[in-house]
T-cell receptor, first 114, second 113 residues
């Protein structure tokens, strides 16, 4: 099975712009979660989608949004970028059933905001 | 709310040394506990897990035991290798409040040859 795929791997944007990141989960996984990883704050949960519905949300401002499509692929969008949004954004997918709490991560998208 | 606290790094060891990375948690109910590892330039990957009290998770020589009485899940390895250099994350996940995984801050491990 192919793993979780995130695109692009690297992005450079300037303040005020917006950005869209993409995540393709493992085939058959319907849950997709997004995390922001920074040296100062560690790994922070953004939101989780399941069957096209947001099921959980972290404590991030409304500039951070996401969606999930019927094929379980997910996108996250950050509008009006700030310097502090520079981070590694990780996507993880998981299955339902006994293994539902195990997260399978992609390699991440590294976003630099200049 | 639920939380995970793990020892700060970096931890620097010589090859073949014994490794312990401490992890304690706060949670309602009976969460599942995990250790994930992140190698440079990669995402996190599951190292081991335990789903109930007294369970021992093990993989690649690493072990951790779910201790409910001390709310701990310490990671151990008897003899580390240079290839074990990575960042290790302790995490918990429960069914209360919906499906969500809470991660610790991560502990960076350096192993010298």
């Amino acid at each position: 099975k192919a793993g979780v795929t995130q695109t692009p791997r690297y992005l450079i944007k300037t303040r005020g712009q917006q950005v869209t990141l993409s995540c393709s989960p493992i085939s058959g996984h319907r849950s997709v979660s997004w995390y922001q990883q920074t040296p100062g704050q560690g790994l922070q949960f953004l939101f989780e989608y399941f069957s096209e519905t947001q099921r959980n949300k972290g404590n991030f401002p409304g500039r951070f949004s996401g969606r999930q499509f019927s094929n379980s692929r997910s996108e996250m969008n950050v509008s009006t970028l700030e310097l502090g949004d520079s981070a590694l954004y990780l996507c993880a997918s998981s299955s339902e059933g006994r293994a539902k709490n195990i997260q399978y991560f992609g390699a991440g998208t590294r976003l630099s905001v200049l | 709310g639920d939380s995970v606290t793990q020892m700060e790094g970096p931890v620097t060891l010589s090859e073949e040394a014994f490794l312990t990375i401490n992890c304690t948690y706060t949670a309602t109910g009976y969460p599942s506990l995990f250790w994930y590892v992140q190698y440079p330039g990669e995402g996190l990957q599951l190292l081991l897990k335990a789903t109930k009290a007294d369970d021992k998770g093990s993989n690649k020589g690493f072990e951790a035991t779910y201790r409910k009485e001390t709310t701990s899940f310490h990671l151990e390895k008897g003899s580390v290798q240079v290839s074990d250099s990575a960042v290790y994350f302790c995490a918990l996940s429960g069914d209360t409040g919906g499906f969500k995984t809470i991660f610790g801050a991560g502990t960076r491990l350096f192993v010298k040859a």
